[in-house]
């Protein structure tokens, strides 16, 4: 099942935010996540907040059933409009994620764009994008959510590999997110991302080869490239645990990175975050952006996380328990946090470090920066960034990331 939610204090049941988190709100981009917790069947390796109609019936799902969640879902968007007051700030990039958004009519998704639309209003180059599960859309739908003012799609792939797709139960076959795209660009769509994942108990380099053939060959301008992380918990965890299936070994897990640098760099693309890489500057997930630099984004449905200002709140994860809050005029968050400064300068540490042009040495502690120094000097950060005052990271660090940055916030 899904993953806890964190500890926190309080949420107010009207919602409302100190006066501190709207302080200069005026120059921070605000975003919107928009979460829809549907999925058709449930992926052994996820431990997303989703629900199967199976997992929803008799617990009080129908609250927030498929069928009415578009209207259940803008009333949050109508309580973001009260607690934001008089922010004037309009949208920069919506985001509708899940789950499998798609398994909601179009018609649906534009109806909680709209609202997000009417209560704010989005800016005029405004990125709007949904996920998409290539077996979960068709020509026509696609063509209905470029019509309603999406011009961003995101597809998860996965593999290309069959064997892959069944041990990560995928419901597509091969061929299928190709087909995706090309439906997507006649839609006229011009951003495209496709997902993938890497490292797969059972994968080959050979398959990984494969995969990131066919993923090119689909022509998309981004692709997101994540090593499978085994969660405790999913059903591929439980394998694991029971000796059914290897865990794959970390060094396979660098050289299915390296393999990925190398096959997209030739292609074209250009690495921006670690896992993430784009053909152009205006290919670039702009939302996700705005989550790694820290600014204001509300996050409305079941589980869904919000930051403004330095307040971080997350939402009840039932659907059932959403819905019952925002018919009874609360608030649905289950809890919040105030960070304070030190939380923020480590978050932009974690977070800046992953993007291309790194963080600034200036947030950096004496023994941060004693360790930024050192890992100069066994090459993981670049010397021109360096001497410019940024940590950022070589191909090297890329790989060693994660250590290095536990280093960097001390």
């Not at 380099?205 to 969660?231: M, Q």
């Amino acid at each position: 099942m899904p993953s806890a939610l964190p500890e926190g204090d309080p949420m107010p049941s009207d919602g409302a935010l100190p006066a501190t988190a709207l302080a200069d709100a005026a120059d921070r981009p605000l975003a919107f996540y928009l979460h829809v917790p549907y999925c058709a069947t449930r992926c052994g390796y996820c431990d997303f907040n989703t629900y199967t109609a199976s997992e929803l019936r008799g617990s009080g799902g129908a609250l927030a059933s498929r069928e009415n969640y578009a209207a259940v879902l803008t009333e949050e968007i109508r309580l973001a409009r009260r607690v934001l007051g008089a922010d004037e700030r309009r949208v920069a990039t919506v985001f509708v994620g899940g789950g499998t958004p798609t398994l909601l009519p179009p018609a649906d998704l534009a109806r909680m764009l709209d609202a997000v639309r009417q209560e704010f209003g989005l800016a005029e180059d405004a990125e709007v994008t949904t996920e998409a599960n290539p077996d979960s859309v068709d020509a026509a739908g696609l063509a209905a959510l470029r019509e309603a003012g999406f011009n961003r799609v995101s597809f998860g792939m996965q593999s290309a590999s069959p064997h892959v797709l069944r041990l990560l139960e995928r419901t597509h076959t091969p061929g299928r997110p190709e087909r995706a795209v090309a439906d997507a660009r006649a839609a006229g769509f011009e951003h495209v991302n496709l997902d993938l994942i890497y490292g797969t108990p059972g994968e080959s380099a050979e398959d990984w080869s494969t995969t990131l053939k066919a993923a090119l060959a689909a022509g998309p301008d981004h692709v997101s490239a994540y090593s499978l992380i085994v969660e405790e918990g999913t059903r591929l965890g439980q394998r694991v645990r029971r000796g059914e299936v290897p865990m794959t070994d970390d060094d396979v897990h660098a050289d299915r990175y390296l393999q990925t640098e190398e096959a997209l760099g030739a292609a074209g693309f250009e690495w921006y975050e670690v896992s993430n890489w784009a053909t152009t500057p205006a290919g670039r997930c702009r939302h996700n952006e705005l989550y790694w630099t820290g600014a204001d984004w509300w996050g409305a449905g079941p589980g869904a996380h919000s930051h403004v200002g330095g307040v971080r709140w997350w939402n009840v994860k039932h659907p059932g328990g959403y819905a019952q809050a925002l018919a009874d005029g609360r608030s649905p968050g289950a809890g919040r946090e105030v960070l304070t400064a030190e939380d923020r300068r480590v978050e932009r540490v974690l977070l800046e470090l992953r993007l291309a042009a790194g963080c600034p040495l200036s947030l950096l502690r004496p023994d941060g920066l004693a360790a930024a120094r050192r890992g100069l000097a066994d090459g993981l950060l670049r010397a021109d960034a360096f001497a410019a005052g940024r940590a950022a990271l070589t191909l090297r660090g890329r790989l060693l990331a994660d250590a290095l940055t536990r280093d960097l916030v001390d």
